[in-house]
C-alpha cells in the first residue's frame, strides 16, 4: 500500500473494512473527551440534580457505556470487538457552563477501540443535551476529541493547545526558544462547598505558590466536590491524558464522612509514598493539635507524582517548605533519571 493512502479505500476506489484477521491481538486502550456548553444556570441544575428529566450526569454515563458497545453498528466501517472495559466520567463547572466528559474503553484485539471511546462520549454528549433542553435550547456540543490510543503499530497523545481559562489545560510542548521548562503539574482543589466557585477558592492559590517554588509549569487549576469518583477521574486525567509530573490536591485529608481524597487517591495510585505523607504530618506538629488527624498520602502512577495536601490555606504554606527538596528528587527518581544523592 502506498504512503498516505487510506486503509479504507480498496484498489477498486470504493470503501471497505480493513481485514485484520491477519493481525495478533494486543492490548488496546483509547480515551477521548467531549464539552458540553451552557449557560451558568444550566449547570447548576444540572452540577446540583435540579433538571426536570432526572439525574444527568448518571444517565449519560450510561448511555455512553451502553453507546461504546453499539459502536460497530453505528459507524459502517468499524469492527465488532469484544469490550474487556468502557467507563465514562463526567464533571461540571457551573459556573463557566461547562460539562466535561471523558471516556476510556479497552479491549484485546487486533485493532483499537478509539471509535469506541469516542462513540461513548458522543452519544453522553447527546443524552445531556437532550435532558437540559428542557431548559435551554442553546446547549453547544463544544468538541469531541481523542485524547490517547495505546495499543497496536504507535501511540498517540494529544498536545493540546494552550487555554485561556485557568481550569482548561495547557500545551504539553516545549517553549519555543527550545528551553527546557519546570514539571507540568496539575492542582486540584477539593470542596463541596467551593466548586464551581472559583472567586472563594482559597486554597488553589497557596498550591500554585508552591508549584512557583518548584519552578512548574502549572498545566491545570480545578475546583472539585468532595465525590470520590470525580477525584478519581481527575488524577487519573491529568496523569495519563495530560501528561503531568506532578497532581497536588487540597482538601478532603480529614476523618469527616465526606472527606474522599485519600480513598481516591489510593484507587489510582500504583505504589505509595509514605515518607511525604510523614513528612507533611511531622510539619504540622508545631501548629495545630489535630496534626495527627490528618490521612494525607502520596504515591505514583506511571510517572506521575500525586500528594494530598490539607485543605486549609495556612496549613498549605506550613507544610510545604517540608516538600520543596523531597519533590524534584523524587520527580527525577520517578522519570528514571539518576540525580545524585
Known amino acids: 500500500m502506498s504512503e498516505g493512502r487510506l486503509t479504507h479505500i480498496g484498489e477498486d476506489g470504493l470503501a471497505r473494512m480493513v481485514d485484520v484477521g491477519g493481525k495478533p491481538p494486543t492490548q488496546r486502550i483509547a480515551r477521548a473527551r467531549a464539552r458540553v456548553r451552557m449557560s451558568s444556570a444550566s449547570a447548576g441544575a444540572v452540577s446540583r440534580g435540579e433538571v426536570p428529566k432526572g439525574e444527568v450526569l448518571g444517565v449519560a454515563r450510561l448511555a455512553g457505556i451502553q453507546a461504546a458497545k453499539q459502536t460497530a453498528g453505528l459507524i459502517p466501517l468499524a469492527h465488532p470487538l469484544a469490550l474487556s472495559f468502557v467507563d465514562v466520567q463526567a464533571t461540571v463547572t457551573a459556573e463557566a457552563g461547562l460539562v466535561e466528559i471523558t471516556s476510556e474503553a479497552r479491549t484485546l484485539g487486533p485493532t483499537g477501540v478509539e471509535m469506541e471511546a469516542m462513540t461513548a462520549c458522543a452519544v453522553a454528549a447527546l443524552t445531556i443535551y437532550d435532558m437540559v433542553k428542557g431548559l435551554e435550547r442553546g446547549v453547544v456540543l463544544e468538541e469531541i476529541v481523542l485524547l490517547e490510543k495505546r495499543g497496536g503499530r504507535g501511540d498517540y497523545l494529544l498536545e493540546e493547545p494552550a487555554q485561556g481559562s485557568a481550569t482548561r489545560e495547557a500545551p504539553a510542548v516545549a517553549q519555543a526558544n527550545g528551553a527546557a521548562k519546570g514539571p507540568r503539574i496539575a492542582l486540584l482543589t477539593i470542596s ?150
Open 192 to 341: 463541596t462547598s467551593r466548586a464551581g466557585r472559583a472567586q472563594l477558592d482559597e486554597s488553589g492559590p497557596r498550591l500554585a505558590a508552591l508549584a512557583e517554588q518548584l519552578g512548574a509549569e502549572i498545566a491545570g487549576r480545578e475546583l472539585i466536590a468532595d465525590d470520590r469518583a470525580a477525584i478519581e477521574q481527575r488524577i487519573r486525567h491529568w496523569a495519563d491524558a495530560g501528561g503531568c509530573a506532578l497532581v497536588l490536591t487540597s482538601g478532603g485529608t480529614g476523618v469527616a464522612p465526606t472527606d474522599v481524597t485519600p480513598e481516591a487517591t489510593a484507587a489510582v495510585i500504583e505504589r505509595e509514598i509514605a515518607g511525604l505523607a510523614e513528612a507533611m504530618r511531622d510539619a504540622s506538629r508545631g501548629h495545630t493539635p489535630y496534626w495527627m488527624l490528618s490521612r494525607s498520602i502520596a504515591g505514583v502512577r506511571g510517572s506521575t507524582l500525586i500528594i494530598n495536601l490539607p485543605g486549609s490555606p495556612r496549613s498549605i504554606e506550613q507544610v510545604g517548605p517540608a516538600l520543596l527538596a523531597a519533590i524534584p528528587h523524587a520527580l527525577e527518581l520517578i522519570a528514571g533519571r539518576r540525580p545524585v544523592h
